[in-house]
């Protein structure tokens, strides 16, 4: 009887702990940007936020709620051609953009679309304009569905690129379709294996002997995936893509796959003509049109601030402003949950370095979810050192380090192997109080034992943290 109450009281608890009423908050209310489009870091320890803005600048500022000003970190509106679907529309940084400087950018110029390497200056919020390294171009038939988003792969160090189909409607010359163009694609390229680029040898086309083929695809068969992003604890590729008239779906996405567009939109038959692939993979999720119009992509939760979130994709529509999470692993029924409706059209979701969630809008402002966890002070304001057992834990390839600065703090995070090796600096910076995550991925290294040392030294007294945990990947 007593554990038939405490069960009930736990349902209780937790049935009111996951119907908490979630809000947004306006995550800079001292910035206002024209036209942001996207929000990234540059994995740099940093704590930098970096806003893309249609029109061709990338606008850097601490990530702090209390920032005041924004530095121009790259201007290159003298070769952007912006407005409705064009413009500056993505950028990622390279995974040692702490050595070598390089990052990314897609927009478009007056026909085609541009994947540019730029590098930064010796000024850390100063990007040289004139260091562009054409990657890749191609022609833009139409002005509309330009896709737009890029990425690294956390595991494997390619650039991912979402191209739309072209634009018009219905797809008319059936670009997503067919092998032999870049266009409709999700592509996949090694940066640094060649000038510009080389093809990875598991890009399902590497092997073709047909020139017509393109070997920079990775999956085929998309409209307009604006955005899509990693999860980094499964590495899972998540797409959002913009539907024609009726469905809006959310797709994952994986190497040598045809996602359907337009054969289909959804699961749902369009114009099924020359339609005679093997396999169609279908979305995760799908959602008809009412008020409904424009899927935006957004991001698998990792964050600290919002527990509730934590393992669910969180995306939007951009029409109706409504933001939902969806629980989706493969095996059980996917549960999607409408969360709450944005306060201005969802233009772009975006993840800062220590994971939390945040959605740009085009009227300006960047939303944050409003922390949770402030009813416990000490979540956010902690009062001692502490480092968390990882998670998940073993892993594989990519785990979580949470750990807690009790004081401005230098901060230096190192992995060791088993035999007392140093392998990896995951921070080394002056970092201010307050909660802090890191992920490690060991690719590249042996499966077995893993220690993660933390030394802190308060700049404001002699304080002195240190700490091991030990970990374990296991492939
Ligand atoms: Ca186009
Ligand atoms: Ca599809």
Redesign the pocket.
Known sequence: MITRILYVILTIFFTTTLNAQLTLENAFPNLSFSGPVFLTHAYDNSNRNFVIEQAGRIKVFPNTQSASATEVFLDITDRVSAGG?KGLLGLAFHPDYETNGYFYVNY?NASN?VISRFQVTSNPDSADKNSELLVLSFS???????GGWIGFGPGDGYLYIGT?D??SGGDPQNYAQRINTLLGKILRIDIDGGTPYAIPSTNPFFDSTNTEVKKEIYAWGLRNPWRCSFDPITEQLWAGDVGQNAWEEIDIIENGKNYGWRCYEGTHTYNTSGCNYPEYIDPVWEYPHGAECSVTGGYVYRGINVPELEGKYIYGDYCSRKVWSLEYDGINPTVNTFLLSAPGSITSFGSDENGEIYITSSNGNIYRFTPTVTGNESDLNPTEYFIEQNYPNPFNPSTVIRYNIAEESYVTIKIFDSLGKEIDTIASSIQQKGIYQKSWNASGFSTGVYYVKIIAESLSSDKTFNDVIKMLYLK
């Open positions: 679907e478009t679309t833009q038939p139409y002005s509309n569905h330009n739309g072209g634009g």
